[in-house]
């Protein structure tokens, strides 16, 4: 019989365990390790992961503790695009961030939660700042918000330009030493960032007032960063109209310093002692100053006095005599200008808001409520004036925030000890599982509740209402464990089920359970990764994807579940490699352990043999990092070829004829290697699991590759055949060539 070849140039197929080592394609391979085959036409060794950094006195918790994101601000404030690693510093109940980390680390800052014990860390990343919690519910350790804050401040006389770590709290004002007066308070150093003193006159006149004649109280809140809106604190003031008056000279004082997340306020005003809802009276925004309503845009300005600030409007309007307090005042045909409770500034005129109109008594005269010294006789005088409001606004708490300020609590910083287990962002909203957080609507009592998803608002990413949550499978013995989202589909994993929640609408009454899947379930949040071809998990029974248009896909469907590498699956972490579409699975984050690599392109799998030493962090990835922490030291995922102990064992090959006997002559492989690597080669016939000794040689050849050929002619005739390739150090095979000749016979009879 004539000469026959066999070229294998392919081994794109990858891992395939689940069929007998005959029945698998040419391009599949039974056993691989640290040698890469998603590439067709290439095999090549892999190289290990390299380091890209160290972090002193970091060593997270196995499979948590590491977030990448990127600002367009610097970590030292500096305008320009960088890339940020938040790292934990278990030593410190701490988080360092790491400014360029594949760059040149250097710049590192803080952020600390507060407590003393190790931390399970986990964060999202959203309008430029950086959310952390303790999936571990840490003793003191407090959800942490880090972001840069840029904003001018009128009311102040002074930027804010600053990354700014804080608890992730929206407290609401303490209410210290403010009030609604009419006295022209002016606010002092120990009210300082507690709050707003609005200072405001009833009208004298009757005649346009569209108040209902009552007594009326106020509330005040404090609006912090992505128009998010703490809870109401009352004022202990209360302000009597009677028929037909209205609110003027409106005004609000207030005195630095705030916590840098707040922007501005906003004040509230209902009848004293009813159920109404809270109506908005002022909205204060410390750039712009204060306005009565939102569809009012003249701001009133703040001017900035000694860290105070007033919101008001003023003009320049008389000369006068101010030796006592009935002063004569010229007019410059500004007739009914000047109005009782005005505040008044000038040449020896008391600073502040304390001096004011006390009274007008006619067009040319008027009352101080403080004198000037008499050298400064005659002055000048600025009046002050704030709003007119003549009539309740159209707008309350409930309606531009979308619950009720009786809620009770809306922040996992406002109080140590709650956390949430797993996060994920869809939709323009924040969702938490598996929540320590307060029981029901209005209660301060805490409670966990592993079966409990929270959801803010749209676009309030910190606002966690206690009446915005979904149950699902309560008591079922089961705990969320992680949530990843994909478009405006929410999947929700509990230790073994998996649940695709639709939450597209807008409107949360219209979001339904899309699916269940029982036996899918994860065991922690880094088990779960999004990439562009949807969301991928890894658990002890399978490595699976879903995305909208296919469901869920059982990557691992050609690996069998009872062999390894399926069984050395204990407690995985999964990362994404964006620039070649791989898959990084390592098989237990708790201890030294091999990965796995899964190619989207050719749908196969290879095996990374002793990839890690230790217990490592969960992964995180970037466009072109993939990368996670072992102990102190950053490392980082390559597909580039490299020098490594590998492994490869080809399929049982029967030539397409397992009814006809063969007689091998060579196996011809064409390779590029450095010099000196050893490679020993072994041989399988008739699916004998035990291998026959071939021959072990060394393969030197320049770079530029070489040609191997193996003498077959001593193994006989065969029914089929497979070769085992053993070797440590940088090697490249382009293809590999049987030859062999057809002899005819029947392997059972022998016959032709």
Known sequence: MPKQYLQLSNFAGGLNTKFDARDIK????????????????????????????????????????????????????????????????TTESQIDIVSDPFGSPGATTEIDLGGTTDGKYIYYYVDGALRTADANGGANNTANWYGFVKRGSSAFGGDIDDWESKTNDLAAPVGTNCGITDTGYAPTASNSGVGFDVDLSVSITDDDGLWEATTYEFAQSFVYE????????????????????????VYVGLKSAFNERIKGGRVY?????????????????????????????????FSATSGAAYSHTSFTDATCDTTNTDATVGHDDDDGAIKAGMWVTGTGIPTGPDATVSSVTSDTEFELSANATATNDPVTLTFHS?????????DTYESINGFSPDIGQISFGQTNGLFYKTVTVCNMRTFVANVKYYKSTGSSETKLMPDRILYTPPGKYDTFPPNQFIDIGINDGEDFTALESFGTKLLAFKNSTLYIIDVTSPDDMEWFLESTHNGLGVDKPAAVIRTEFGICWARKTGIYAWSPSQGIVELSAKLDKNLSPMTD???????????????????????????????????SFTELGSYTSAAISNIQNDVDNTIFSLGASIRTYSSAQGSTAWILETKDFDFGNPGVLKRPLKLIVSYSTSSGVTVTSNYYKD????????????????????????????????????????ATGNYKINDMTIVYRTIGKSPSTGQN
Request: glycine letters at 10%; charged letters at 20%; hydrophobic letters at 35%.
């Open 26 to 89: 040419d391009d599949e391979i039974t056993n691989v390790s640290n040698l890469q085959v998603y590439k067709p036409g290439q095999l090549f060794s892999s190289a290990p992961h390299t380091q890209v950094t160290t972090q002193a006195g970091t060593s997270p918790i196995a499979g948590y503790g590491m977030f990448l994101f990127k600002s367009d601000t610097q970590i030292d404030s500096t305008a320009g695009l960088t890339e940020m690693l938040a790292l934990a510093d």
């Open 386 to 394: 704030g709003f007119t409001i003549k009539g309740p606004s159209i």
């Open 569 to 603: 699956i204990t407690d995985p972490v999964i990362g994404y490699y964006p620039q070649d579409s791989h898959l990084l699975i390592i098989q237990n984050c708790g201890a030294a352990s091999d990965a796995l690599i899964y190619d989207f392109t050719t749908k």
């Open 269 to 301: 005003i209902r009848k004293q002692g009813s159920n109404d809802l809270w109506t908005l009276f002022l909205d204060i925004d410390f750039e712009r100053g204060v306005r009565k309503d939102f569809g009012a845009q003249d701001y009133h300005g």
């Open 226 to 249: 992505g128009d998010q809106e703490s809870l109401l604190t009352t004022y202990p003031e209360t302000v009597t109209l009677s028929v037909n008056n209205y609110f003027e000279n």
């Open 687 to 726: 699916g004998d699991g035990s291998p026959d000794g071939l021959n072990s040689s060394t393969w030197t050849t320049a770079s530029n590759g070489g040609v191997k050929v193996i003498d077959l002619k001593g193994i006989g005739s065969v029914a089929s055949l497979k070769f085992k390739f053993t």
